[in-house]
């Protein structure tokens, strides 16, 4: 069992930045990748980045390629999403997603992730 929490989110003005976090306990060690999606009202859960738990490698959606940024620090088994240029469609509850398989990476889809978070909301105001 992977445990993971969220935290960091808020209400911000587009153009504004914000970073949210999320920090896994329990069996760690076998993560493959950890993912960022979010949710907004009445639409389907999309994939935003993902990053190699014991590798730097990462993936973007196009829509946030170039504005946000996602690092881990293993030391404290968190995982970050630096969000920048915040759009008002950036609005959404965001959740992180710890993936025990390579698939998990290479095709980021909501059913490849075995553990989720709460989610954290994220409103951008225009």
């Known amino acids: 069992q992977v445990h993971m929490v969220e935290s960091g989110g808020g209400l911000v003005q587009a153009g504004d930045s914000l970073r949210i976090s999320c920090t896994a306990s329990?069996?760690?060690?076998?993560?493959?990748?950890m993912g960022w999606f979010r949710q907004a009202p009445g639409q389907d859960r999309e994939f935003v980045a993902v990053i190699k738990w014991n590798a730097d490698s990462a993936n973007y959606a196009d829509s946030v390629k170039g504005r946000f940024t996602i690092s881990r620090d293993n030391a404290k088994n968190t995982v970050y999403l630096q969000m920048d240029s915040l759009k008002s469609e950036d609005t959404a509850v965001y959740y992180c997603?710890?993936?025990?398989?390579?698939?998990?990476?290479?095709?980021?889809?909501?059913?490849?992730?075995?553990?989720w978070g709460q989610g954290t909301q994220v409103t951008v105001s225009s």
């Open positions: 329990g069996r760690t060690s076998d993560i493959y990748c």
């Open positions: 997603g710890a993936g025990m398989e390579d698939g998990s990476y290479y095709y980021p889809r909501t059913y490849q992730f075995d553990y």
